[in-house]
C-alpha cells in the first residue's frame, strides 16, 4: 500500500473524520485528504506524529510492506498498546462525534480523479463530491443531500442535468413543489411541458394551466385552451359541460392547425390528454 492509502486506512479503523484527525495534527481537511489520495506527501514531523498516534513505526508508514501494529498507541489524549486500544478507541469515537457531529467515507476507487463513493455528512456544511455523492452539500453524477447538483439528483433543493427530485429543483425533468426545468412536476411547475396545481409553460396541465401553445386545467389560459370551469384560448378554447364532454375533436384540429410540427413530442402528449378525458382510446 502507498503512503496515502495506509494512511486512510489507519484513519478510518479509528473512526476519525478527515477533520478531526487534521485537528488532531494541526492540518486542514483538505490537506489530509490530499495525503490520502496521494496528492502530497506529510512533512517529516507529522508521519512521526502519526506513527505515535496510530502505534506504527514509521517504517510501516514509508515502506510498502505492511506491518502489524505495534507499540503505544495516542489519539486525542488516550494511549495504551495496540491490544487493548480497540475498547479505549470506542469510548473517543463517541466523544468525536458529538464534539463535530460529522462522518465521512470516501471509496478508494475513483474516476477521473473522483471518488466512486463520498459520504460527507454533518451538522456544520459539508461537502462531499463523487461519481455518486452523498451529503449536506452533495456533488456528483448521482448526487444526494440537502442541496445537490448532478446529473440525477435527489435532494431539498437541487440541480439535475437529467433528472431532478425535491422541494425546489431545476433540471431537465424535474419533480418537486417548485420545479422549473424541461418537464417538470410540482405544485408550482415551470417548463416546456408543466404539470402541477399552477403549470405555466409552452404546454400545461392543472388546475390553474397557463400554456404558450396548449392549456388544460379547470381554468386555461393559452393558444389553445381546454377549462373544466373557465376557459381563455387564442385560437381554440373549449369549457367541460356537466357530463364531461367537450368538442375534442375541434381541439385536435386546432392542435394541427396552430401548433408548430417542432413541437411535436409535446403535442402527441397532450393529445393523448385529450383523448383520455374525452373518453376516447
Known sequence: MTLGEKIYR???????SQEAFGEMLNVSRQSVSKWETDQSLPELDKIVAISEMFGVSTD???????????????????????????ENVSTQQVIIQRQTFEYEYKSQKSWRGLPLIHVHIGIRPVRAKGVIAIGNIAQGFVAIGIVGMGVITLAVVGVGLLLAIGTIVVGS?????????IVTFGALSVGIFSMGAVAVGQFSYGALAI?????????????IALGDSEARGVFFEAVRAADGSFDYEGMIRAIDANVPGYWHVFTQWMK???????GVR
Open 173 to 181: 425533468i424535474a419533480l418537486g413543489s417548485f420545479a422549473a426545468g
Open 60 to 86: 510501516y508508514l514509508l515502506k510498502e510492506s505492511e506491518e502489524k501494529l505495534t507499540g503505544q498507541v495516542n489519539v486525542g489524549g488516550i494511549s495504551g498498546t495496540a491490544a487493548n486500544f480497540e
Open 272 to 278: 393523448a390528454i385529450i383523448r383520455m378525458m374525452a
Open 10 to 16: 489507519l484513519r478510518i479503523e479509528r473512526g476519525l
Open 211 to 223: 400554456g404558450s401553445q396548449i392549456a388544460i386545467g379547470d381554468v386555461a389560459r393559452g393558444g
